[in-house]
């Protein structure tokens, strides 16, 4: 494998794992708590990335900016028809994903241009945005739960 992908996966590893040490013991009580009414919930944040993992990252691997898979919900972010399971479950599928898209990449890929939202930019900047997308994320989850915690102890 090559060093520039081996760097990306590394990092794409390390943020899947914080993540999934944030989210083993979620309970669907705590799926869409919010401290205030302007607060992303974890629903809504665990399914973004999913969705992130179908649909954002298959676009800049395949440089098609139009690309959705036709068999994903395009209401899928925020959904609360979803089950914490299904949440999950979707997740791990994203996961295994990404990672797949990850290995199958090789440094011509990553320096091919892409015209998308923040200009003609390489791949390579797209994918790293994406993927500090779950470190962003994860951290909100963390917040989240934190403000809970501190707010049921008082």
Not at 73 to 100: F, R
Request: hydrophobic share 35%; proline share 3%.
């Amino acid at each position: 494998m090559y060093e520039s992908i081996e760097m990306i996966k590394s990092f794409t590893t390390l943020g899947l794992g914080l993540l999934n040490r944030r989210t083993t013991d979620l309970t669907e009580e705590q799926l869409d708590w919010k401290y205030c009414a302007e607060a992303n919930t974890i629903r809504w944040i665990l399914t973004h990335l999913t969705d992130e993992m179908f649909v954002f990252f298959p676009k800049v691997v395949k440089g098609d900016k139009a690309y959705r898979p036709d068999d994903w919900p395009k209401d899928y972010t925020g959904n609360t028809s979803y089950s914490l399971e299904e949440i999950k479950e979707n997740l791990e599928k994203g996961k295994q994903n990404l990672m797949a898209m990850i290995d199958g990449l090789n440094p011509e890929d990553l320096v091919e241009e892409m015209d998308y939202f923040a200009g003609t930019r390489p791949k390579q900047y797209y994918l790293l945005l994406g993927i500090s997308e779950i470190f962003r994320h994860e951290g909100q989850i963390a917040a989240i739960l934190g403000v809970e915690n501190r707010m049921q102890d008082s």
